[in-house]
């Protein structure tokens, strides 16, 4: 299938998909931290001429930013309130994307207010259901696609502190252990391996498409 996975620079999820096989490439402002050839540094938009699927593309996978979305960050808006009109243009973001005319969209983000002002989430996953030693509450809204399924074998059990369970990414407080910093961010929005693998084996099992791509700008 050809696939483009939108707002991804880690190249997490194009490769989950392309190591199936699959014709995926990853778009962002950033470059691709791979430095891969395919990936299509700029707008995802652009990739839409016109608002048309001129590409193809039989899914999009889009992880847009959370900063004025989700629900740490709303938490500013009160004592910030130019931020409220970022919190609108994100919302529209999400909106074009989930109005995309591809058959197969899936948009990944923290729990916040995409939920409460767009529509609910399909599914709420972690990274340590998928092999992975972290705690992330993870929203995924789905169109023309499956729910991603755990397989038990890959639960990753969390030390015990205080009765609460605690991650690798987890204080004992059970804050992120990230401390600050200017790639704090960067770190924190990278998609699990785990996660990335499970979404390429759930939605990856229809034909395998290996054409070029055709950009078009
Ligand atoms: C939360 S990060 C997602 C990171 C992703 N999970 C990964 O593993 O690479 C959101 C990304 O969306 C990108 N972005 C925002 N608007 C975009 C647009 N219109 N087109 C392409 N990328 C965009 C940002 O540059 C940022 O890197």
């Known amino acids: 299938m050809k696939i483009l996975v939108a707002c991804e620079y880690s190249g997490a999820v194009r490769e989950a998909f392309r190591k199936l096989g699959h014709n995926a490439m990853s778009c962002d402002f950033l470059p691709a931290d791979d430095e891969s050839k395919h990936h299509y540094q700029g707008d995802m938009f652009d990739l839409f001429p016109n608002g048309e699927n001129v590409n193809q593309f039989d899914m999009v996978i889009a992880f ?17 309130p130019e931020r409220a009109v970022k919190t609108e243009q994100a919302l529209q973001f999400v909106e074009a994307i989930m109005n995309l005319p591809v058959e197969r969209i899936a948009i990944e983000n923290p729990v916040g207010c ?33 729910k991603l399924q755990p397989n038990p074998s890959d639960y990753v059990s969390p030390r015990m502190v205080d009765g609460k369970p605690r991650w690798a990414n987890q204080t004992d407080s059970g804050q992120n252990r990230l401390g ?32 070029a791509f055709l950009i078009t700008k």
């Open 64 to 80: 847009p930013p959370c900063t004025y979305l989700c629900s740490s960050g709303l938490h500013w808006n009160k004592r910030q």
């Open 114 to 146: 995409i939920s409460t002002r767009i529509r609910k989430y399909d599914q709420m996953v972690q990274p340590y259901e998928y092999g992975d030693d972290a705690s992330k509450r993870t929203c995924l809204w789905l169109k023309g696609l499956p």
């Open 180 to 211: 600050p910093s200017d790639t704090r961010w960067k770190e924190r929005s990278k998609t699990y391996p785990g996660i990335a693998k499970a979404m390429a084996e759930a939605w990856g099992k229809d034909s395998v498409d290996a054409n």
